[in-house]
């Protein structure tokens, strides 16, 4: 079946640490991967993406992202993260026929001063 | 500024009401979609549309009625819904429909239904 696994629902982390959010998916959907950000009462943001090229991918916000193909993992990364980085960041990638996006359920970035 | 708007921002509704949640994208793209945000739950997708043709029904219950006039309007009609309908709905678009091409889809700010 295809999926993303996000797991950890929830991430609190001090302000100016270094913050690593993991996902996973599963290799029967596409490897078109995508982060999404989504701040209170907002839709979704796209953080970065990963279509082909450099596994190592560069977003908005000073995010970045690795592709490792042999552990089906997207981690997105910040070496230093902001009060205002806090939000529910979301894994996705492209399945099915439609460009249906796939999600994982989400990580709820918390940073603390 | 996100390029897709969606109307309105939040609606309250009773199970016997009907009414539409609007989408409009500015940014010329040939695909749009509905997504619904439950909360602890995944985004669900509920509606693909290409070239204004539907090309995808995700096992959505007949009281959510999909309509697309052209390519840069999308409505989500509804009527005699459930309380357990409600949630964040969201649209997006992109470029066009197909897989292959990896289109970014982008989302509007969301409609917040309650069903009382």
């Known amino acids: 079946a295809q999926s993303v696994t996000q797991l950890d629902s929830q991430v609190p982390v001090f302000e100016e640490a270094p913050v690593e959010l993991r996902c996973n998916y599963s290799?029967?959907?596409?490897?078109?991967l995508f982060w999404y950000v989504q701040y209170p009462n907002q839709g979704l943001q796209l953080l970065l993406k990963?279509?082909?090229?450099?596994?190592l991918v560069k977003g908005i916000n000073g995010f970045e992202a690795e592709f490792n193909k042999s552990q089906t993992s997207f981690h997105l990364r910040k070496p230093s993260v902001h009060i205002s980085d806090t939000a529910e960041y979301f894994c996705?990638?492209?399945?099915?026929?439609?460009?249906?996006?796939?999600f994982g359920t989400g990580t709820l970035l918390a940073v603390q001063p | 500024e996100t390029g897709v708007t969606q109307t309105p921002r939040h609606l309250v509704m009773g199970m016997t009401n009907k009414k539409s949640l609007k989408c409009e994208q500015h940014l010329g793209h040939n695909a749009m979609y509905w997504y619904k945000q439950s909360a602890k739950k995944p985004l669900e997708l509920m509606f693909v549309?290409?070239?204004?043709?539907?090309?995808e029904n995700n096992s959505v219950p007949s009281r959510f009625s999909p309509e697309c006039p052209n390519s840069s309007h999308l409505f989500l009609h509804l009527h005699t819904l459930q309380p357990e309908d409600s949630a964040l709905y969201l649209c997006a678009s992109s470029q066009d429909g197909r897989p292959a091409t990896g289109n970014t889809q982008y989302f509007g700010p969301g409609t917040r239904l309650t069903v009382l």
């Open positions: 290799s029967s959907v596409s490897v078109y």
């Open positions: 996705a990638a492209l399945g099915g026929a439609t460009n249906k996006l796939i």
């Open positions: 990963y279509l082909s090229g450099s596994t």
């Open positions: 549309y290409s070239l204004e043709e539907r090309v």
